[in-house]
T-cell receptor, first 110, second 117 residues
């Protein structure tokens, strides 16, 4: 079945640092790929998505490119802010459900 | 922007009691889900629901659990006899489609925190 491997956290950065959170996937075909984010005390919300190979999803300064050749969908941001502190989930594709792992906790200090 | 609403936001119950968690999905969505997150742990899939029946469930979703769409707007999760280990945040989600590029984006509610004493 489809699955993802996501880097474990926590990732601790200073404000304005560059962020990369790695995610690689295995899938049948070319499904849509997603990043979700969970801010403290809240539910998950869609951060960005890409629906086909070479697509770049972007939102709130975050980007991820759907790389078919490396089966990756790494999340990047050029300059993180304290308000980006949250747990980030690379969501594996599936037809009946999305399966989330533990996510990667990002801690940004001033 | 349309949102998924969940009630109650927090419920405290005694072990062995029945609990019903309620969700109002986005009105034009067709697929409904329950997930749970034990504090500090991963978000676990419980069940998906479509066309008034369960389409998939996890091994967590045993006979203690049931889901229902009693009317055109609500989607409920019932836990028949709660156990201490049921203490978690329960998230409802809905989506317009499944298996179609981009259509299976889930919109989550803010969650219902269940504390079993």
């Amino acid at each position: 079945g489809n699955s993802v491997t996501q880097m474990e956290g926590p990732v601790t950065l200073s404000e304005e640092a560059f962020l990369t959170i790695n995610c690689t996937y295995t899938a049948t075909g070319y499904p849509s790929l997603f990043w979700y984010v969970q801010y403290p005390g809240e539910g998950l919300q869609l951060l960005l998505k890409a629906t086909k190979a070479d697509d770049k999803g972007s939102n709130k300064g975050f980007e991820a490119t759907y790389r078919k050749e490396t089966t990756s969908f790494h999340l990047e941001k050029g300059s993180v802010q304290v308000s980006d502190s949250a747990v980030y989930f690379c969501a594996p594709p599936g037809f009946q459900k999305l399966v989330f792992g533990t996510g990667t906790r990002l801690l940004v200090s001033p | 922007e349309p949102e998924v609403t969940q009630t109650p936001s927090h419920q405290v119950t005694q072990m062995g009691q029945e609990v019903i968690l309620r969700c109002v999905p986005i009105s034009n969505h067709l697929y409904f889900y329950w997930y749970r997150q034990i504090l500090g742990q991963k978000v676990e899939f419980l069940v998906s629901f479509y066309n008034n029946e369960i389409s998939e469930k996890s091994e967590i979703f045993d006979d203690q659990f049931s889901v229902e769409r009693p009317d055109g707007s609500n989607f409920t999760l019932k836990i028949r006899s709660t156990k201490l280990e049921d203490s978690a945040m329960y998230f409802c989600a809905s989506s317009y489609g499944q298996g179609v590029a981009g259509a299976n984006v889930l919109t989550f509610g803010a969650g219902s925190r269940l504390t079993v004493l």
